[in-house]
């Protein structure tokens, strides 16, 4: 399993007092109000940072941080990654799971037969779509809806599927 999970790239300092603008790649924006502290990955190696401030832009968040109040101290960040471990990572719901945790599980149908691995989930708005590699070289996409998928078991690395008419064609 995953110990860190990306939530954002910096695409570029904002203003002069240290402000960065992020592109969030989270499911929730709004999570970065309640983070406190997080690893932005340079070229030069990992850096723990605490967040200060949180507005929202458009689509961007601004962000800034303890110890960086000039624009000169956080242009190295430009299009760095953002991530938090996983005990900072925002808490699942009953039935949620973190994508990377569903990568690389192995897909059953409920008749038991191996299908494939999970190589993907694409994220459509209505459902998650898993994107399995199968042992024939083919890719089969599940939608993750109950009359689909039965269990998974991020743990096991294991994914229970009924296929609908047709998926296999």
């Not at 995953?2 to 300092?13: L, S």
């Not at 200060?52 to 960040?77: M, P, Q, R, T, W």
């Not at 009953?94 to 897909?107: L, Q, R």
């Amino acid at each position: 399993m995953e110990d860190f999970f990306r939530i954002g790239v910096i695409t570029k300092p904002h203003g002069l007092k240290g402000e960065v603008k992020v592109f969030p790649t989270t499911d929730d924006a709004k999570r970065f109000k309640k983070l406190k502290k997080c690893i932005i990955r340079t070229k030069k190696g990992d850096i723990e940072a605490e967040k200060k401030s949180c507005k929202f832009f458009k689509n961007l968040v601004i962000l800034s941080f303890v110890g960086y109040d000039d624009i000169n101290e956080v242009e190295a960040f430009r299009n760095c990654d953002i991530y938090v471990s996983r005990e900072d990572a925002v808490p699942l719901e009953e039935g949620e799971y973190y994508i990377s945790d569903v990568i690389g599980s192995d897909v059953y149908e409920d008749n038991g037969s191996h299908l494939g691995t999970v190589n993907d989930v694409l994220q459509t708005g209505a459902n998650d779509v898993f994107t399995v590699a199968m042992e024939n070289g083919r890719e089969l996409l599940i939608p993750v809806i109950n009359d689909c998928v039965i269990d998974i078991d991020t743990e096991g690395k294991k994914v229970i599927v009924k296929l609908m008419k047709g998926m296999l064609d």
